[in-house]
């Protein structure tokens, strides 16, 4: 089974700050993806950024990168020069759970929630 | 490119009653998924589509129900509504499992 967690439920970071979004995670897949994606108050889930599990580099779009520490099983978005509109709730998922047929399915955290301060 | 369109957005349903919702995903893209998003269990994976047939199932009643039609264009079903089927729907279409795009959800309110 897959499990994702996130410990942080709300974080605070003040505009042009750095923020890190903890996720860690636990599989028994040796093939797995990781995505991390942003939810406004709207309800759209925003795909930010994606991690493979054999990618030897971290992640990287823009001003968001993830932190990906395999043997630690955890998969950090870092977020860097917060933006008043990065202000929502954060999900960590990953892929797995292969059921056969090529099918997958997302497994996802609780979320944290950032806000952003002026 | 065109997004993932759910309709409609919000919807009010009396209990006992049932309900469709509708997912056009990205064209190209044969994989819809479904899932639920409510305060107390957070997103949970409902079932995935691919290429009209059903390949993959999560824990949920019978109740919930789904097909995918030859445009890849997909609706779930709920009937005899609860309570406790409040929630966001949320539908997400893939082309290779790596790219997985979410809709702006169905806010579904059962009174």
């Known amino acids: 089974a897959q499990k994702i967690t996130q410990t942080q439920p709300g974080m605070f970071v003040q505009e042009k700050e750095a923020v890190t979004l903890d996720c860690t995670y636990d599989?028994?897949?040796?093939?797995?993806?990781l995505f991390w994606y942003k939810q406004p108050s709207s309800g759209e889930m925003i795909f930010l950024i994606y991690?493979?599990?054999?990618?030897?580099q971290n992640a990287t779009e823009g001003r968001y990168s993830l932190n990906f520490q395999k043997a630690r099983k955890s998969a950090n978005l870092v977020i860097s020069a917060s933006q008043l509109g990065d202000s929502a709730m954060y999900f960590c998922a990953m892929r797995g759970g292969y059921s056969g047929a090529g099918s997958y399915q997302l497994t996802f955290g609780k979320g944290t929630k950032l806000s952003v301060i002026p | 490119k065109a997004g993932v369109t759910q309709t409609p957005r919000y919807l009010i349903k009396t209990r006992g009653q049932q309900v469709t919702l509708s997912c056009s995903p990205i064209s190209g893209h044969r994989s819809v998924s479904w899932y639920q998003q409510t305060p107390g269990q957070g997103l949970q994976f409902l079932f995935e589509?691919?290429?009209?047939?059903?390949?993959n199932k999560g824990n949920f009643p019978g109740r919930f129900s789904g097909r995918q039609f030859s445009n890849s264009r997909s609706e779930m079903n709920v009937s005899t509504l609860e309570l406790g089927d409040s929630a966001l729907y949320l539908c997400?279409?893939?082309?290779?499992?790596?790219?997985?795009?979410f809709g702006s959800g169905t806010r579904l309110t059962v009174v």
């Open positions: 589509y691919f290429s009209e047939t059903q390949r």
């Open positions: 991690q493979g599990s054999y990618d030897e």
């Open positions: 997400a279409s893939s082309l290779e499992g790596v790219d997985y795009t």
């Open positions: 599989t028994s897949d040796q093939s797995y993806g």
